[in-house]
């Protein structure tokens, strides 16, 4: 069972850059597939990026495109979230999650494919 504690959000002016950390307590870190997902006020939970165990495929929300990179070292159980150009709309409580096993492409940006979750972290973008 995977335990994910996310880090590195705060308060950014817009354009700005924040890099965000989920830190993974189990020993089988790799052979999950990652995600970081965002939920905003009154705003359902929404997938970000995900990186997939099976072949380090990315997969990013249209508004991530060109701005965000999700990436992870297995050798440090950790995941990142390289987040650029932040505009007043990425203000959320961003979370990593994480689940086992393959899944379709088509399922993977959704919240409830994902077992295992960190508590969240608050990024705020705001002049």
């Known amino acids: 069972q995977e335990q994910l504690v996310e880090s590195g959000g705060g308060l950014v002016q817009p354009g700005g850059s924040l890099t965000l950390s989920c830190a993974a307590s189990?020993?089988?870190?790799?052979?999950?597939?990652m995600g970081w997902f965002r939920q905003s006020p009154g705003k359902d939970r929404e997938s970000v990026g995900i990186i997939r165990s099976s072949d380090g495929n990315k997969y990013y929300a249209d508004f991530a495109k060109g701005r965000f990179t999700i990436s992870r070292d297995n050798a440090q159980n950790t995941l990142y979230l390289q987040m650029n150009s932040l505009r007043p709309e990425d203000t959320g409580v961003y979370y990593c999650?994480?689940?086992?096993?393959?899944?379709?492409?088509?399922?993977?940006?959704?919240?409830?494919?994902?077992?295992?979750w960190g508590q969240g972290t608050q990024v705020t973008v705001s002049s």
């Open positions: 999650a994480a689940r086992a096993g393959r899944l379709i492409v088509s399922a993977l940006r959704d919240p409830s494919q994902y077992p295992y």
């Open positions: 189990g020993r089988t870190f790799g052979q999950y597939t």
